[in-house]
Structure formats: structure tokens, C-alpha cells
């Protein structure tokens, strides 16, 4: 009985020794096979018009320490004016790839570190013109005497996903089979000013807007 006993014990050992090399060698070649390139044009050629949103001033710049920190490949972040006077904020973060560790940096932990208390979570569906649909996370988020609508979501490879766990699995699963991890965070913020109920519905509307013209940018 000992000796049965010792064999199955020398098996297991083997055979998880064997399965570590295997993962060693998979890892190995993993990162040795490189990533597909994929052709896109610079985030700073996208339109200043969004449908009846209107870009207001110039592209606003990160100083060299905020973009160290973001690790960003390619960023965009505007000002837009619509019809009506509602001035919003979009931010397109672009990656080419999130092998070597540089990846979005989530709105839920940046901006309460930066002061904003963060509110009434919701997921919401975002209805762009072509037929379309997609869902994007919404929050109420207040910092001193500002308050804002916030919408975001996850963006890249012909996914939109709201949850960033969820696009994590994504990424990985595409860098396996695709041998590609781009993408991007896109956010869109405008002032609640008095009722938040049009605030969500002018961000909802610049962020379909937004979401149409993407595909350029941030490759399907």
C-alpha cells in the first residue's frame, strides 16, 4: 500500500513540474511573438465637430509629469460647446498595448485620490445614430462646489464594456488569440447645472457622438 501510494505521490510531483515548464515555455513564447500592428490615425485629427457639439478653444495638454504617470500611447482631451451653450469635457486615452504594464488608469481610483466624491453608480445604455448600442457606467461625482455627470467606458478591438474587470479578461483572451491588448478609456463630464436629469441626457448625446467617430482612432 505505501509503495501504490509513493508512485502516485511521485506522479502528481511530476506531472506538476512538467505543467510548469509547459506554462514557462507557453509564457515564453507568448511574449517572445509580439503583438499585431494595427494601422489608425492620430487621436489630434479627430473631428471638432460632433454632431451639434462644437469644439471650444484648443486641445488641452497633460504637463510631462501627469503623462509619465498615464503612460498613455496617443491621448485627446476637449472642451465642446453645444447649441444650447453646455460646455463638456471628453478624454480619449489610447494604449497600442497593455503587455508591459502600462493600462488605463480607472476613473474610480483616480478621481477620489484628485478630491471628487463619487455618486449614484449606474450602467446606462449610450443609442448612437447608425442603429447601434452599447452600455457605459454613469456617476455623479462632486469635488468643492463642482458637480458633474460622468460617463466612461472601455473601449478597443471591437469591444465597448463598461467593466474594466470584465475588459481585463478581454484584453488578455485577445492577446492570446489575436495577439492584441489596445484600447482606450473614454470619458465624457459636463456640469449638472440645474437638473441632472438634461446633464446625463447632453453627456449620453456627446458620447454617442464621440463613440461614431472612434473607430479611426481606436481600431476595431
Not at 123 to 147: M, P, Q
Not at 174 to 192: E, F, H, I, N, Q
Not at 196 to 210: F, H, V, Y
Amino acid at each position: 500500500m505505501k509503495e501504490i501510494e509513493s508512485k502516485n505521490s511521485n506522479s502528481k510531483y511530476w506531472f506538476l513540474v512538467a505543467l510548469l515548464v509547459c506554462g514557462g515555455i507557453f509564457i515564453n513564447w507568448l511574449q517572445q511573438r509580439g503583438e499585431t500592428q494595427i494601422a489608425r490615425k492620430d487621436l489630434t485629427e479627430m473631428p471638432q465637430t460632433l454632431g451639434d457639439w462644437r469644439q471650444k478653444g484648443s486641445e488641452i495638454r497633460f504637463g510631462e509629469q501627469t503623462e509619465s504617470v498615464l503612460r498613455v500611447s496617443d491621448y485627446t482631451m476637449r472642451e465642446f460647446l453645444d447649441s444650447k451653450g453646455r460646455l463638456a469635457n471628453i478624454y480619449v486615452g489610447y494604449y497600442a498595448s497593455q503587455r508591459t504594464g502600462a493600462t488605463y488608469h480607472s476613473p474610480q481610483n483616480c478621481l477620489p485620490g484628485a478630491g471628487w466624491v463619487m455618486k449614484e453608480p449606474e450602467i446606462i445604455e449610450i443609442k448612437t445614430a447608425d442603429g447601434k448600442s452599447f452600455n457605459a457606467n454613469r456617476y455623479i461625482i462632486e469635488n468643492g462646489v463642482y458637480k458633474e455627470v460622468m460617463i466612461y467606458w472601455y473601449q478597443g478591438r471591437g469591444r465597448i464594456e463598461p467593466s474594466e474587470y470584465r475588459d481585463k479578461i478581454n484584453t488578455v483572451w485577445d492577446s492570446v488569440l489575436r495577439r492584441r491588448s489596445d484600447g482606450a478609456l473614454v470619458r465624457v463630464m459636463t456640469s449638472v447645472g440645474n437638473s441632472e436629469a438634461e446633464a446625463t441626457e447632453a453627456a449620453k448625446d456627446l458620447s454617442a457622438q464621440l463613440a461614431e467617430k472612434l473607430s479611426d482612432y481606436v481600431p476595431e
